[in-house]
């Protein structure tokens, strides 16, 4: 389309970039008039992500754009020299294209040629996009007539290829096929002629990046796919709105590594780049580089070539260039001719047997891959496809068939007599989650090592489930406040105490147990001593229930306590309080029935009196 000079403009002593079109472009006016009114809507564009049109102007038969100078290199020069970038540097390049396209879009243009051959990297790392408006002024050219497609073939969207028709939309679709190829390194399709490939951009979905390159994100697969839904209507409204969910998915990739395993840094260019103006031409790689093929912006029939207008004199070079054209259509077109199209059944959810018949069914081969974990597909069923359901192949393709192993489960494993810290980290290695972590008393275990877990070991879990520990805490000191001496004493000593009692006048009931040290609750070595405070003992009762709050009166209402030891818990405290008692319990070991009460069974005491339950 054109040629590119590195200029000087005298003037303003400054260097520009003087894009010179082609002379069999410059001799047609139709194009010289679209041109001009183009380079002035760009000329309108103030964005640090466009290239600025500086000037234009027509010298005799010769056209021309003055353009901001851009040193640095194409994106595609980056792909050649790295092959794919990681997914947030691939963002932070196609974020500021995304910006560029969004203010054109917003001023009620349509670039119509997003590729990286147009995006050009300064030395510094600032990201500018070139050509807005030249393919819409090539439309308005005689080398172009109802049935041509203006554009290159690898991003085109596919109302381009079959209608022609170019909006904002099909600039997004672009950009997505661009995002697709900055993380894989390829494009989407290919093919041995353009028409091929166009013939898939109209017919099939875009893969998922992730499905080519395994560690691409799944944000990326998203945004890959929205951008490319072969309906335009499916597709963000612009590239703003697609520009907001790139950088919503930019804001929450982590930090990785690029492919390589090296750090991901910001792409800044070469530290001795050579200067490069704006541009669609390829550039050579280095020689140990494997080289693209450079995506030059095509003028390719959608049917077949409109005849010429009388009198245009083409050159020997179009002459050349027409003819192979036709031999590519006809080529093309027998190809399609030969060639078997049948759509890839939907598979998902049906046993790999049916699953192989009904491909063969369909001339279909069946490759069978790895079988994977999922949570809703029942193990032996079909989990995914590849090529996806509705796909269009050729008859007697290979598909990918993806098996279901069903929900993923880990097996409890056995942490019992490890510290807490080492049961932690054998859960964890387990694939699960460390939940609470509880203290029993437990003389059996030694403190600080692990009785169970909850679910117990061997059970068959989801991956990630929370697992509960219980840990011992050795020997506790019981509460025993409230006892009578000889049950605090003798269920002590059982336990392993060194018990020593102590009583001292006091208020309370006569024997029974008012203090004790250590207190209720605490962790004891085996064999501890224990002190017991009791009231003492050689009061009379009722001598001392007189002496108490309780008034004795020949009307006293009194009640019997019934005999509760031995009996569960619960009811034993149902029953006392059906009588009226108030109840308190205390634990003594882990177990449900009543060892002691106090008052003694048989005991009259008055409505309201508190009735103590071990348990």
């Not at 001795?272 to 912006?297: D, F, I, K, L």
């Not at 080529?331 to 047997?353: A, C, H, I, N």
């Amino acid at each position: 389309m054109a040629t590119v000079y590195l200029a000087l403009d005298i003037r303003l002593d400054r260097t520009v970039a003087l894009k010179v079109m082609h002379r069999s472009l410059a001799d047609d006016p139709a194009f010289v008039r679209r041109f001009i009114g183009e380079a002035k809507s760009v000329a309108s564009l103030s964005h640090p992500n466009v290239v600025h049109v500086f000037d234009q102007g027509t010298d005799h038969d010769i056209v021309y754009l003055s353009m901001e100078y851009v040193p640095g290199r194409t994106l595609r020069d980056v792909l050649r020299e790295r092959g794919r970038l990681p997914a947030r540097e691939a963002l932070e390049i196609l974020i500021p294209v995304l910006a560029a396209l969004g203010a054109a879009h917003q001023a009620g243009m349509v670039h119509r040629d997003v590729k990286p051959e147009n995006v050009l990297i300064t030395d510094d790392g600032r990201v500018k996009v070139v050509d807005f408006g030249l393919a819409r002024a090539i439309e308005a050219t005689n080398q172009t007539r109802t049935g041509m497609m203006i554009g290159t073939i690898g991003y085109m969207a596919p109302e381009q290829v079959t209608m022609g028709a170019a909006d904002v939309r099909s600039d997004v679709y672009a950009a997505g096929i661009m995002l697709f190829e900055l993380v894989t390194g390829q494009q989407p399709y290919d093919g041995a002629t353009p028409m091929s490939v166009a013939y898939r951009h109209v017919h099939d979905t875009v893969p998922a990046p992730s499905s080519l390159i395994h560690d691409v994100p799944p944000l990326i697969d998203t945004l890959v796919a929205h951008a490319t839904a072969r309906e335009p209507q499916d597709r963000p409204a612009d590239a703003t709105a697609m520009l907001v969910a790139a950088v919503d998915a930019h804001r929450m990739l982590p930090r990785t590594t690029d492919p390589q395993g090296s750090p991901v840094r910001p792409y800044t260019g070469p530290a001795h780049a050579a200067p490069s103006v704006p541009h669609t031409g390829a550039h050579s790689a280095p020689a140990s580089m494997p080289q693209a093929a450079p995506a030059h912006t095509l003028i390719q029939p959608r049917v077949e070539a409109a005849p010429a207008r009388r009198g245009f004199r083409p050159s020997w070079f179009l002459v050349t260039l027409a003819a192979v054209m036709v031999v590519a259509v006809g080529l093309t077109g027998w190809y399609f001719s030969q060639t078997e199209y049948v759509r890839v059944p939907d598979l998902v959810g049906k046993s790999l047997v049916v699953a192989e018949k009904n491909a063969a069914g369909l001339g279909l081969k069946v490759r069978t891959a790895q079988g994977q974990h999922d949570e809703k597909v029942a193990e032996g069923l079909i989990l995914s496809t590849d090529p996806v359901p509705q796909s269009e192949v050729e008859s007697g393709s290979t598909i990918t068939l993806v098996p279901s192993l069903g929900p993923k489960r880990v097996t409890v494993p056995n942490t019992a007599g490890m510290t807490g810290n080492d049961a932690r980290d054998t859960i964890a290695k387990a694939g699960l989650t460390v939940g609470s972590v509880k203290r029993l008393a437990n003389q059996q275990v030694e403190r600080d090592k692990v009785i169970r877990t909850s679910p117990q070991v061997g059970e068959r879990v989801k991956e990630g489930a929370k697992v509960n520990i219980y840990v011992s805490a050795g020997l506790v000191m019981p509460d025993v406040t409230g006892m009578t001496k000889d049950e605090a004493a003798g269920y002590l000593g059982g336990q392993g105490f060194q018990v020593q009692v102590n009583e001292v006048d006091d208020d309370a009931e006569p024997c029974t147990v008012i203090a004790q040290a250590p207190k209720a609750k605490a962790e004891v070595d085996k064999g501890a001593p224990a002190m017991i405070t009791v009231a003492r003992c050689q009061t009379d009762f009722w001598d001392w229930f007189r002496r108490g709050d309780h008034e004795a009166r020949d009307d006293q209402q009194f009640s019997m306590v019934p005999a509760v030891i031995g009996k569960d818990v619960k009811d034993a405290q149902a029953e006392l309080q059906a009588l009226g008692f108030q109840v308190r319990l205390q634990r003594l070991a882990n177990g449900g029935v009543v060892q002691y009460q106090r008052p003694l069974p048989n005991s009259e005491r008055p409505p309201g009196s508190t009735v103590y339950l071990w348990h």
